[in-house]
């Protein structure tokens, strides 16, 4: 069925779906490495593209092909890529446009292992990378050199929750003749779809808010245009990044109620930031749905929802962190983010402890900050856990 024209709750249900030989009413899961050719004619259309007959699974595979189609009309782009992990679809986009002399432009705050592949392994093949604050686009103008090939926002950022403007970044790139490329997984394309505002490449941590039940670790990318597809296909073929058929299986599952986790997510995010804000052992919170935050009309204009990813600064720094994380029973102490669950997170004693405090307090990981992504339990229960866990602080 064409879903097109349908609307998006009705495009997570049936978008993708293809007729099987029984009329299967879910997408079966073709759990094989290989497909027989009907003769050797048949192989070698297979392999020249004129045929639509499937080769082998790191290539692609009918139930990985369904999530890549409809992943991609959500986001309404081109065509989707699966990968074996979000960080998977980060290195086939920057295999895909960057070479020895290049030099790419990023949000400072962007998940961390997406920088240090960069800073650590890319720049042995000789490409340069500037990490700044891209909600300022004086900053990210001032920075383009002759080099400079690609700008890649990640937005909202962790932790700071800081939204960057995309249209602004498109139009500065377009002057500067830049890829662009965002990091969509905090919002999912049911909050926020970078295709529209004239990114050329939107990419997913699928194991986040797509597939939303802490149960599988998967990419997709997503381009604007065939082009940018036929540059990226083959780098994920040949770095042998490919998602799994039953994994595959499973995104499809999960993505069936991405409009409703997220709605429910996220009206539990907004009841939570405001408790958070009262609550008198917390500094500061960071939630693009309260008034407070810096990007609050931006984010209104550019999301369809502020989503489910709160920071906040607990009083009291490390120790404080630490007792929290301890005294948390119903949501859990675990990273991760954008499933059904509560996952609570202290990176300056977790994620970020091997760092130097001076370090990672510049890069926003102060003592005290925690990173809460709020699941679609009774909300009641989950400010009722953080009571009886802050009243031990
Ligand atoms: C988790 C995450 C990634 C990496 O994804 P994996 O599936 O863990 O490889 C990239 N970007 C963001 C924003 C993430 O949260």
């Given at each position: 069925m064409d879903t097109r024209d349908k609307g998006f709750d009705s495009k997570l249900i049936h978008a993708g779906m293809f007729d099987d030989q029984f009329g299967s009413a879910t997408v079966p899961i073709y759990q094989t490495s290989t497909f027989r050719f009907k003769n050797a004619d048949h192989g070698a259309a297979c392999f020249a593209g004129d045929s639509e007959g499937y080769i082998y699974t790191r290539l692609n595979n009918p139930t990985i092909d369904s999530l890549e189609k409809l992943i991609a009309e959500l986001e309404n782009g081109y065509r989707g890529i699966a990968t074996s992990s979000g960080m998977g679809a980060v290195n086939t986009i920057y295999g895909a446009f960057l070479k020895q002399g290049d030099h790419m432009i990023s949000t400072?705050?962007?998940?961390?292992p997406s920088r240090v592949v960069m800073e650590k392994h890319y720049s042995k093949f000789g490409v340069e990378s500037t990490y700044l604050d891209t909600t300022k686009p004086d900053l990210v103008r001032k920075a383009i050199k002759p080099n400079t090939r690609m700008l890649y926002i990640e937005t909202p950022a962790n932790p700071t929750m800081s939204v960057t403007n995309l249209k602004e970044m498109v139009a500065i790139a377009r002057e500067h003749n830049l890829i662009t490329v965002a990091d969509n997984t905090f919002c999912s394309p049911y909050l926020q779809k970078p295709l529209d505002f004239g990114v050329d490449v939107v990419f997913h941590s699928?194991?986040?808010?797509?597939?939303?039940?802490?149960?599988i670790v998967g990419g997709i990318i997503v381009s604007k245009n065939k082009e940018l597809d036929s540059q990226l296909r083959p780098m994920m073929v040949n770095l042998g990044c490919n998602m799994d058929p039953h994994q595959a299986y499973m995104v499809i599952r999960g993505l069936k109620t991405l409009s409703l986790r997220m709605d429910r997510s996220q009206e539990n995010a907004m009841t939570i930031a405001r408790f958070l804000e009262e609550?008198?052992?917390?500094d500061w919170v960071k939630y693009p749905g309260l008034e407070s935050h810096p990007q609050f009309d931006l984010a209104k204009k550019q999301m369809n929802g502020p989503g489910a990813m709160i920071s906040f600064e607990l009083r009291g720094g490390l120790p404080a962190g630490k007792t929290l994380m301890n005294e948390?029973?119903?949501?859990?102490?675990a990273v991760s983010l954008g499933g059904v669950e509560s996952l609570i997170q202290h990176p300056a004693s977790m994620t970020h402890s091997k760092m130097d405090k001076e370090a990672r307090e510049k890069s926003g990981?102060?003592?005290?900050l925690v990173r809460f992504s709020v699941g679609i339990e009774n909300v009641e229960d989950i400010i009722d856990d953080l009571t009886q866990a802050f009243d031990k602080v």
């Open positions: 400072d705050a962007v998940y961390g699928i194991t986040k808010f797509l597939n939303g039940h802490a149960d609550h008198p052992k917390v948390v029973k119903l949501c859990m102490l990981i102060t003592d005290g």
